[in-house]
């Protein structure tokens, strides 16, 4: 009997055990979600500090031929920037149809996910840049008469800014 009341003490002794400076802390909500840490570097080389991320999401709706055909684009925009003049852009959309009079053939032959554009920039200096880029959209969004961006959905201007060439 002596040795398990002895056992016992022990093991709420060990129980109710803490460190005298925990006394006055009490746990906090806001420790639990908010990190007080300055970003790393993600897999050693990769700055969070330089990189951008930006979403959007259109509707729209067309009528043409008796047919309508209504359509969804979410758009996810990101940026990295390596250097003051080496950075890349990519744009991924996806785009579906939540209503269209059209057959299923048309409407899937839109839906789907796209590279709106994929982008390279370098700028050696002020008045000299290199760009490689690469573009898939569905024919819908795309001109006959050439360039294709009108400033609308797929706007090329939203990285291009002084946070991406260092000024």
Not at 76 to 100: C, E, G
Not at 102 to 117: A, P
Not at 124 to 142: D, G, H, K
């Given at each position: 009997?002596?040795?398990?009341?002895?056992?016992?003490?022990?093991?709420?002794?060990?129980?109710?055990?803490?460190?005298?400076?925990?006394?006055?802390?009490?746990?906090?909500?806001?420790?639990?979600?908010?990190?007080?840490?300055?970003?790393?570097?993600?897999?050693?080389?990769?700055?969070?500090?330089?990189?951008?991320?930006?979403?959007?999401?259109?509707?729209?709706?067309?009528?043409?031929?008796?047919?309508?055909?209504?359509?969804?684009?979410y758009t996810?925009?990101?940026?990295?920037?390596?250097?003051?003049?080496?950075?890349?852009?990519?744009?991924?959309?996806?785009?579906?149809?939540?209503?269209?009079?059209?057959?299923?053939?048309?409407?899937?032959?839109?839906?789907?996910?796209?590279i709106s554009?994929?982008?390279?920039?370098?700028?050696?200096?002020?008045?000299?840049?290199?760009?490689?880029?690469?573009?898939?959209?569905?024919?819908?969004?795309?001109?006959?008469?050439?360039?294709?961006?009108?400033?609308?959905?797929?706007?090329?201007?939203?990285?291009?800014?002084?946070?991406?060439?260092?000024?």
């Amino acid at each position: 009997m002596k040795k398990a009341l002895m056992i016992l003490l022990l093991c709420s002794g060990f129980a109710f055990g803490q460190f005298r400076d925990q006394l006055d802390r009490q746990p906090s909500v806001h420790d639990g979600m908010i990190k007080t840490e300055t970003p790393s570097m993600v897999l050693g080389f990769l700055n969070p500090n330089n990189f951008q991320m930006h979403h959007s999401y259109s509707l729209s709706y067309s009528t043409f031929g008796g047919n309508g055909l209504a359509m969804g684009v979410y758009t996810n925009s990101m940026a990295y920037k390596f250097s003051d003049k080496l950075n890349v852009q990519l744009d991924a959309s996806l785009v579906h149809t939540p209503y269209s009079s059209f057959n299923k053939q048309v409407t899937d032959q839109i839906n789907g996910i796209y590279i709106s554009r994929a982008q390279l920039n370098y700028r050696p200096s002020e008045n000299f840049l290199i760009n490689v880029s690469y573009s898939n959209n569905p024919m819908l969004y795309t001109s006959p008469y050439g360039y294709w961006n009108n400033g609308g959905m797929f706007d090329r201007s939203l990285f291009e800014n002084n946070w991406l060439y260092g000024r």
